[in-house]
């Protein structure tokens, strides 16, 4: 099956630095990549869409100027926190929709552990 | 607004045994599908099975069935002869194309399973 790959896995930063979280599409293209933020013993939460080639879409509550969100080919889609703080800290996933038609699953990377000190 | 609420934090299994989760969802669409995703220890998000709304029959992949009631907006998923392996959290979600495919989750049932 398709997978998106999710790096790094991992990361400790510190306060006021700036972290990059990629992820892609190995073996198909993702026109769209969705962006979700998952806290401990809570669900999934969606972020932001990006969409290859053009600005991505927030949803309600989530700071542009934070996450800052590029996808600039069919095969790459990045997250960037910027100028990260301790409540920053998170499990960040990313998921690409199939490209199977309707009835297609999405696709989800291995996610990465943000901690902020 | 479109939600998924799933009603139980925690369910406890016998090995062997089934266990059935709930979940229900809200939605004005007519076009969706619903899927239930295992994430387990390691967080990787794992489709278990999916339905496509429009379908009465419910779907099955090997010990994992859906009861999907459309009119209640229902869509429970059992677990039969339970497994090690199957400790999880499970998480109900729906996407329909109107929402440009992206999927709205529930809060997710942590599923223990006694030896």
């Known amino acids: 099956g398709a997978v998106v790959s999710q790096h790094p896995s991992r990361v400790i930063c510190k306060s006021g630095t700036s972290v990059k979280i990629e992820c892609r599409s190995l073996d198909f293209q993702a026109t769209t990549m969705f962006w979700y933020r998952q806290f401990p013993k809570q669900s999934l939460m969606l972020m932001a869409t990006?969409?290859?080639?053009?600005?991505?879409?927030?949803e309600q509550g989530v700071e542009k100027d934070k996450f800052l969100i590029n996808h600039a080919s069919l095969t790459l889609s990045t997250l960037t926190v910027t100028s990260a703080h301790p409540e920053d800290s998170s499990f960040y996933i990313c998921?690409?929709?199939?490209?199977?038609?309707?009835?297609?699953?999405?696709?989800f990377g291995q996610g990465t552990r943000l901690t902020v000190v | 607004a479109q939600t998924v609420t799933q009603s139980q934090p925690e369910m406890s299994v016998q090995e062997a045994e089934t266990v059935t989760l709930s979940c229900t969802y809200d939605t004005s669409e007519s076009d969706y599908y619903l899927f239930w995703y295992k994430q387990p220890p390691s967080r990787q998000m794992i489709l278990v099975i999916r339905?496509?709304?429009?379908?009465?029959q419910n779907a099955t992949e090997n010990r994992f069935s859906v009861n999907f009631q459309k009119a209640a907006k229902s869509f429970s998923l059992k677990i039969s002869d339970s497994q090690l392996g199957d400790a999880a959290m499970y998480f109900c979600a729906y996407r329909t194309k109107a929402a440009g495919n992206k999927l709205t989750f529930g809060g997710g049932t942590r599923v223990l399973v006694k030896p």
């Open positions: 990006s969409n290859e080639g053009s600005k991505a879409t927030y």
């Open positions: 339905q496509e709304a429009y379908k009465q």
């Open positions: 998921s690409a929709p199939g490209t199977g038609g309707r009835y297609t699953e999405a696709f």
